[in-house]
T-cell receptor, first 114, second 114 residues
Framework: EAGVTQSPTHLIKTRGQQATLRCSPI?????VYWYQQALGLGLQFLLW???????NRGNFPPRFSGRQFPNYSSELNVNALELEDSALYLC?????????????FGPGTRLTVL | QKEVEQDPGPLSVPEGAIVSLNCTYS??????FMWYRQYSRKGPELLMY????GNKEDGRFTAQVDKSSKYISLFIRDSQPSDSATYLC??????????????FGRGTQLTVWP
């Protein structure tokens, strides 16, 4: 069974640009979660999508947004990039909505903002 | 005060040693407690999860939760060089703004040398 996949692996942008990160959940999983792992800060919850709807959001500004498509894949958009947005962005999926004991993570997209 | 505190280490032990990893937390609403392992340049991999207080054993790994002290532990017996990774504790609540989100510690970097 294929795990959570993310693309691209690496992304380099300059300050002020927009970044789009993509995630495909495990087959059959309907919930997708996004986390930011910045150096020295640990994983911080960004967003949770289930059945195409945003269900919960972490303490991040509105320029962090996303969506979930009918096939349950998801996209994270970061507008007006700032240097401190440089981080590893991790996507996770779960079979049951909001069940936090079984979130499976992908390998992440490393975003570098210059 | 951060909601989940974890000593980042680094922790270095010889092969065969018993390793003890710990986290403390402040939110009494947390009900699910997890340990993830993250190898360099990979996404976190779920190792153990526990609901509420108690112990759980899986092979060489034992997870303990003491809700009265807001303290969780992971013990690794007969540690192996392949256990060298960053260990992340995570926890979550069951409703409200905590639904669907994991709260992570910063991670403890463990090295097991032969």
């Amino acid at each position: 069974e294929a795990g959570v996949t993310q693309s691209p692996t690496h992304l380099i942008k300059t300050r002020g640009q927009q970044a789009t990160l993509r995630c495909s959940p495990i087959s059959g999983h309907t919930s997708v979660y996004w986390y930011q792992q910045a150096l020295g800060l640990g994983l911080q919850f960004l967003l949770w999508y289930d059945e195409g709807e945003e269900r919960n959001r972490g303490n991040f500004p509105p320029r962090f947004s996303g969506r979930q498509f009918p096939n349950y894949s998801s996209e994270l958009n970061v507008n007006a990039l700032e240097l401190e947005d440089s981080a590893l962005y991790l996507c996770a999926s779960s079979l049951l909505a909001g069940v936090t004991d079984t979130q499976y993570f992908g390998p992440g997209t490393r975003l570098t903002v210059l | 005060q951060k909601e989940v505190e974890q000593d980042p280490g680094p922790l270095s032990v010889p092969e065969g040693a018993i390793v003890s990893l710990n986290c403390t937390y402040s939110n009494s609403a947390f009900q699910y407690f997890m340990w993830y392992r993250q190898y360099s340049r990979k996404g976190p991999e779920l190792l153990m999860y526990t609901y509420s207080s108690g112990n759980k054993e899986d092979g060489r790994f034992t997870a303990q939760v003491d809700k009265s002290s807001k303290y969780i532990s992971l013990f690794i017996r007969d540690s192996q060089p392949s256990d060298s990774a960053t260990y992340l504790c995570a926890m979550s609540g069951v409703g409200g703004s905590t639904l669907g989100r994991l709260y992570f510690g910063r991670g403890t970097q463990l090295t097991v040398w032969p």
